[in-house]
Antibody
Framework: EAQLLEWGGGLVEPGGSLRVSCTAS????????MNWVRQAPGKGLEWVST????????YYTDSVKGRFIISRDNSKNTLHLQMNSLQVEDTAVYYC??????????????WGRGISVTVSS | TVLTQSPGTLSLSPGQRATLSCRAS???????LAWYQQKPGQAPRLLIH???SRATGIPDRFSGSGSGTDFTLTVSRLEPEDFAVYYC????????FGGGTKVEIK
């Protein structure tokens, strides 16, 4: 069974940068698109970014375009989200999630436990 | 595509039927609509994809239906472990989630 484990979260000041990562196991990592979804405290789910299996195609929600960069290292089964120019509104639990099908950006059948990112002065 | 879920909260008793609605602001391409369940402190769990296909390991008391702009998740008989928040998601035009419906014990 697929497993996903996020790491790298923490506290950062507004305007700062942080990189969160996700290590995958239990499936052929390079064959599936991967995603980041976030959840602000007490709020609903918000899709953040998607990357195809090869890493060539990437997609972002409008609020993070130009600030966040999604990438992957298929040799290490690892997904990254580089977050720059962080804002208080980026405070959330960030989940790594696997595409259910070979369609890039589909339903998400496996999720990590989430990692907390807090942007505060 | 904006997804609107209703009601915001559903108060029911174990054994009752739950009917949750998800309405899209425009037609969802190829019925690319999923449903998730989330319990406090846990990651979401995929229940339904493609509007009506149950994900692996999901009990058959969960069913999805609908097409175009109107979709429904039905839980035929609520078990104690089904009280949670439910989200719909469309993946036919970028990706968006609905605001969620909380199913609480009456």
């Amino acid at each position: 069974e697929a497993q996903l484990l996020e790491w790298g979260g923490g506290l950062v000041e507004p305007g700062g940068s942080l990189r969160v990562s996700c290590t995958a196991s239990g499936f052929t990592f390079s064959s599936f698109g991967m995603n980041w979804v976030r959840q602000a405290p007490g709020k609903g789910l918000e899709w953040v970014s998607t990357i195809g299996g090869s890493g060539d195609d990437t997609y972002y929600t409008d609020s993070v375009k130009g600030r966040f960069i999604i990438s992957r290292d298929n040799s290490k089964n690892t997904l990254h989200l580089q977050m720059n120019s962080l804002q208080v509104e980026d405070t959330a639990v960030y989940y790594c999630a696997k595409d259910w099908s070979r369609l890039v950006g589909s339903a998400f059948d496996f999720w990590g436990r989430g990692i907390s990112v807090t942007v505060s002065s | 595509t904006v997804l609107t879920q209703s009601p915001g909260t559903l108060s029911l008793s174990p054994g009752q039927r739950a009917t949750l609605s998800c309405r899209a602001s425009q037609s969802v391409n190829s019925n690319y609509l999923a449903w998730y369940q989330q319990k406090p402190g846990q990651a979401p769990r995929l229940l339904i994809h493609g509007a009506s296909s149950r994900a692996t390991g999901i009990p058959d008391r969960f069913s999805g239906s609908g097409s175009g702009t109107d979709f429904t998740l039905t839980v035929s008989r609520l078990e104690p472990e089904d009280f949670a928040v439910y989200y719909c998601q469309q993946y036919g035009d970028s990706l968006t989630f609905g605001g969620g419906t909380k199913v609480e014990i009456k």
